[in-house]
């Protein structure tokens, strides 16, 4: 079977590789052509552990290829996959723009049945949309078969042509606005289903996931479709993965359902850890008792400076803007979205507290990536810390061991390390923001001397306190001292 995925980012990318190395037929589309060239020449865009291995091994094997030639990818593929971009608006709704360009770009494409499966996280009621949409656009010819004859063209501001869908009225539609010379009617409509199929990987394990996932969950009313859905994840029936078979709609639901409650979650024991703080009691040993009741979990229960990512940000905001559309005020969710804005100052608070006065000082960071094993810096606490201590005059040194050619893109005037010691060096506190593996085994003692104040604060609760303390350092932690 011959796949598109459409979009080749984060999960475009791990998707199509994954399913090429299922033994499927993969062309992952995108419209960045450096991006597809960097592919094509042997390069990875971004880091995922087992990533480059996997896409060497299926491009050798002749099932994986990369293109920005997305009309050859749509005609020649069964199934497409979207996989774009749904970044936040302002107003924390979900930004549906690359989703509609690209239903309507596979509209004028379609020549025969096809499952558009959408794995981008998107509000409910958008597998209606995107149908909607390729319903609409399909009968429509391309905008590059119009007619340029200007007298035959009505000027932009005169109309809209009566079939385009009213959320791409206005830019779409001004080059084509169709009278007799202009876009017409082709008439030819091919059979479609839209399919809603979240995806619940996690960046820097993001292979591993989509290889060995928790639940796939398919929504769609067409059987036709669903078959198509269970024959592509064929091989995760063999290890017996659930399947979650629903409609669209609580298709797309169930990942908002699944981001915010993980967000409430570490939220929570952030706020556990916060009290610890002030009563002085250990936060670790909370998240241990609270994770040995079995209607809790151990998981997402590590406190910390908050948290960040392409994801959790995004789709909490997201889901409190989708139930306020529906009439309906998410006040729990609501709360864990300012708790964990709020989690961010706390920490800065933590280290003014320890420092006195932050103008003039320099602060050592570890860690600038949202979470270790990814080079992602969309959202990442560190770097909204490292923003408001440069606010409150402090110099920034900082080391990460991936994400530093990223942050140096929106933070170019700090400094970047070569390592952790070179951080510590002359700086007045080492702090650690991101829980890479590498930073859990530092030689203290030669951290200690590098500093110019013997000042750790681990807002990662990577080290045992009372160890660190003991070698003369003043600690601190989050929920624990
Ligand atoms: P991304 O920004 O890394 O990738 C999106 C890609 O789509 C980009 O490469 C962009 O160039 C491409 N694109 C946009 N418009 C296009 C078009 N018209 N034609 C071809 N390519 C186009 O995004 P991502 O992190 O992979 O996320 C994609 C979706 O998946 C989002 O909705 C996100 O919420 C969701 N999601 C992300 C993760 C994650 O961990 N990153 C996990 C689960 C779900």
Known sequence: ?????????????????????????????????????????????????????????????????????LEKAVKESKVIFIAVGTPPNDDGSADLKQIETVAQQIAYHLNEYKVIVNKSTVPIGTAAKIKEIINEYQTLSHPSSVISDSSSVIPAKAGIHP???????????????????????????????????????????AVYDFTHPDKIVIGTDSDRALKIMQEIYRPLYLINTPF??????????????????????????????NLCDKVGADVHQISKAMGLDGRISPKFLHPGPGYGGSCFPKDARALCHIAENFGYEFKSLKAVVLANNRQREMMVEKITHLLKDLKGKTI??????????????????????????????????????????????????????????DTALGSDALIIATEWNQFRNLDLNKIKKLLKNPIFIDLRNLYEPSQVKALGFIYEGVGRR
């Open 244 to 273: 979650v078979i629903t409609n669209p709609e609580t298709a797309e639901l169930i990942k908002y359902a699944c981001n915010s409650f993980l967000a409430t979650k570490i939220t929570f024991i952030n706020e556990i850890a």
């Open 364 to 421: 050592g960071i570890l860690g600038l990536a949202f979470k270790q094993n990814t080079d992602d810096i969309r959202e990442s606490s560190s770097i909204d810390i490292i923003k408001m201590l440069l606010q409150e005059g402090a110099k920034v040194k900082c080391f990460d061991p991936l994400a530093m050619k990223n942050a140096k893109k929106i933070l170019p005037d700090i400094t970047y390390c070569e390592n952790e010691y």
């Open 1 to 69: 079977m011959r796949i598109a995925i459409i979009g080749t980012g984060y999960v475009g990318l791990v998707t199509g590789t994954c399913l090429a190395d299922f033994g499927l037929s993969v062309t992952c589309v995108d419209q960045d052509e450096q991006k597809i060239n960097l592919l094509n020449s042997g390069g990875v865009p971004i880091y995922e552990p087992n990533l480059e291995d996997l896409i060497q091994k299926n491009v050798f094997a002749g099932r994986l290829t990369f293109t920005t030639a």
């Open 163 to 205: 079939s385009s869908p009213s959320s791409l009225r206005g830019e779409h539609t001004q080059n084509f606005l169709p009278l007799q010379g202009g876009r017409i009617k082709v008439g030819v409509k091919h059979p479609f289903d839209v399919v809603s199929n979240p995806e619940f990987l996690r960046e820097g394990s």
